[in-house]
């Protein structure tokens, strides 16, 4: 006899979103208290550069001490450990991770048009929906601070942010879960800073990358064409080391699905060289290889990056991610994106875990200037809808609309939050900084 497990009726999970407000009361989440930190935060900040290249260490650090808004994209350790000292929801979603202004871009579809949408999923795990929110918020304020913006339009932002978010949270709960799915986010054409994204993306065309990463030698005319030397930010690889790349694609393969394994097998290797991508990435093994297929004029690049557990995961122990990092990051990138890069697998080399994607196929990022004058507000209305497009795909949006409720104490509260995060941003930076004119930060 096949036994059924009860099915929560739409007013249930309305309900059961109501009642966790006993756990954490939404007025609650404008709080913040560094001094419970499990550890100080370099000491969080040396823990994860453990297993990382040693030499690009130093090089991590010197990007994140350049500014308040360097050190917050690098230290996402820093405020996982702080969000797990304060009390959550319990209101579980698929998890960017690290959602903050500059992880959300402009790529190419499946089908070939642009779409603007969270890009970056290092850190992505299931865990307390608010997390992602909170980290939003705080981007928004340092960024805002380092735009030129004052601290009452910084506010404002993060409010628009929040409030676009409960809003269209709101809208989602009755609406039927597949037009969820492929809900149509249509406030683009309004933010600037997402049109300029978008104009960079449409010059990003694979043949822009070819002339920006490789070259060839000039005293060879009909010379093949290799990836250009830039140490250390692009370095060639050759010998075991490239092997071990090249390998690495058998295993990445089997994570394609067929057509896009034969779309694949049109081109063929022409070279691999080691990157050194982002700044929370810093460290980590990140390669590209070129491939050409109707000869050089038709180039695809991918990118092999090494993946880490996700920052979050010493707080989250029953998230049941998945082993393979790599596997992590590219089921939660697909669980939160409506459209996926078609090249997007994973695969291993050594005992080591890596995320494979394209590399640079019409993306377009946006740039703490685009935030001047009245981009940020515009944008951060975006970046919430966003937020509640991957969270209502990955989570259930009524418990969600459920616990926000009509009213907005939950939106003042993560206002509040946002600005306390970036002043703590702005004391662990200058804590950074004093760190390095006295001694080397440990590592």
């Given at each position: 006899?096949?036994?059924?497990?009860?099915?929560?009726?739409?007013?249930?999970?309305r309900?059961l979103?109501q009642?966790?407000?006993?756990?954490?009361?939404?007025?609650?989440?404008?709080?913040?208290?560094?001094?419970?930190r499990?550890?100080?935060?370099?000491?969080?900040?040396?823990?994860s550069?453990?297993?990382?290249?040693?030499?690009?260490?130093?090089l991590?650090?010197?990007?994140?001490?350049?500014?308040?808004?360097?050190?917050?994209?690098?230290?996402?350790?820093?405020?996982?450990?702080?969000?797990?000292?304060?009390?959550?929801?319990?209101?579980v979603?698929?998890?960017?991770?690290?959602?903050?202004?500059?992880?959300?871009?402009?790529?190419?579809?499946?089908?070939?048009?642009?779409?603007?949408?969270?890009?970056?999923?290092?850190?992505?795990?299931?865990g307390?929906?608010?997390?992602?929110?909170?980290?939003?918020?705080?981007?928004?304020?340092?960024?805002?601070?380092?735009?030129?913006?004052k601290?009452?339009?910084?506010?404002?932002?993060?409010?628009?942010?929040?409030?676009?978010?409960a809003?269209?949270?709101r809208?989602?709960?009755?609406?039927?879960?597949?037009?969820?799915?492929?809900?149509?986010?249509?406030?683009?054409?309004?933010?600037?800073?997402?049109?300029?994204?978008?104009v960079?993306?449409?010059?990003?065309?694979?043949q822009?990358t070819?002339?920006?990463?490789?070259?060839?030698?000039?005293?060879?005319?009909?010379?093949?064409?290799?990836?250009?030397?830039?140490?250390?930010?692009?370095?060639r690889?050759?010998?075991?080391?490239?092997?071990?790349?090249?390998?690495?694609?058998?295993?990445?393969r089997?994570?394609?699905e067929?057509?896009?394994?034969?779309?694949?097998?049109?081109?063929?290797?022409?070279?691999?060289?080691?990157?050194?991508?982002?700044?929370?990435?810093?460290?980590?093994?990140?390669?590209?290889?070129?491939?050409?297929?109707?000869?050089?004029?038709?180039?695809?690049?991918?990118?092999?990056?090494?993946?880490?557990?996700?920052?979050?995961?010493?707080?989250?122990?029953?998230?049941?991610?998945?082993?393979?990092?790599?596997?992590?990051?590219?089921?939660?990138?697909?669980?939160?994106?409506?459209?996926?890069?078609?090249?997007l697998?994973?695969?291993?080399?050594?005992?080591?875990?890596?995320?494979?994607?394209q590399?640079?196929?019409?993306?377009?990022?946006?740039?703490?200037?685009?935030?001047?004058?009245g981009?940020?507000?515009?944008?951060?209305?975006?970046?919430?809808e966003?937020?509640?497009?991957?969270?209502?795909?990955?989570?259930?949006?009524l418990?969600i609309?459920?616990?926000?409720g009509?009213?907005?104490?939950?939106?003042?509260?993560?206002?509040?939050?946002?600005?306390?995060?970036?002043d703590?941003?702005?004391?662990?930076?200058?804590?950074?900084?004093?760190?390095?004119?006295?001694?080397?930060?440990?590592?």
């Open positions: 006899m096949v036994r059924s497990m009860h099915w929560a009726t739409p007013e249930e999970r309900k979103g009642a966790r407000r006993k756990q954490v009361g939404r007025h609650e989440h404008d709080a913040l208290d560094a001094k419970v499990p550890l100080p935060a370099l000491a969080l900040l040396a823990r550069m453990q297993g990382r290249v040693p030499a690009l260490v130093k991590k650090y010197e990007l994140m001490a350049e500014s308040p808004f360097a050190y917050f994209r690098g230290a996402a350790p820093v405020m996982a450990a702080d969000l797990a000292m304060t009390p959550n929801t319990g209101i979603s698929q998890l960017c991770g690290d959602a903050h202004v500059r992880n959300l871009g402009a790529y190419a579809a499946p089908d070939g048009r642009l779409v603007f949408d969270i890009n970056d999923f290092d850190e992505t795990i299931r307390p929906f608010e997390w992602d929110l909170k980290r939003m918020a705080a981007s928004l304020v340092v960024a805002g601070r380092a735009a030129g913006h601290q009452g339009t910084a506010a404002e932002a993060v409010a628009a942010c929040m409030g676009r978010y809003a269209l949270m809208e989602f709960a009755p609406m039927p879960r597949l037009e969820v799915s492929r809900y149509q986010v249509h406030r683009m054409g309004m933010a600037k800073p997402v049109h300029e994204a978008l960079k993306a449409e010059r990003a065309t694979p822009h070819l002339e920006q990463l490789t070259t060839t030698a000039a005293s060879k005319p009909g010379a093949p064409r290799r990836f250009k030397e830039a140490k250390p930010m692009l370095t690889v050759s010998g075991a080391r490239a092997s071990a790349v090249l390998a690495s694609l058998t295993p990445y089997a994570t394609l067929p057509q896009r394994q034969h779309l694949l097998s049109c081109y063929r290797v022409a070279d691999v060289a080691f990157k050194v991508v982002g700044t929370g990435s810093v460290g980590l093994r990140d390669y590209c290889i070129y491939f050409e297929g109707n000869g050089a004029g038709d180039p695809l690049f991918l990118q092999v990056k090494e993946e880490t557990a996700s920052a979050y995961a010493p707080y989250l122990p029953d998230a049941h991610a998945p082993a393979h990092n790599g596997q992590r990051v590219a089921e939660g990138q697909r669980a939160i994106e409506m459209q996926s890069d078609p090249f697998g994973w695969t291993h080399i050594g005992h080591r875990h890596f995320l494979v994607r590399l640079n196929d019409h993306k377009g990022s946006i740039e703490i200037g685009d935030l001047a004058g981009g940020l507000t515009a944008y951060a209305e975006v970046c919430g966003l937020l509640a497009r991957g969270h209502a795909r990955s989570g259930d949006p418990v609309a459920g616990y926000i009509s009213g907005d104490a939950f939106v003042q509260a993560l206002v509040k939050f946002g600005a306390r995060y970036a703590q941003t702005e004391k662990d930076w200058e804590e950074l900084r004093r760190a390095r004119k006295t001694s080397r930060p440990r590592h």
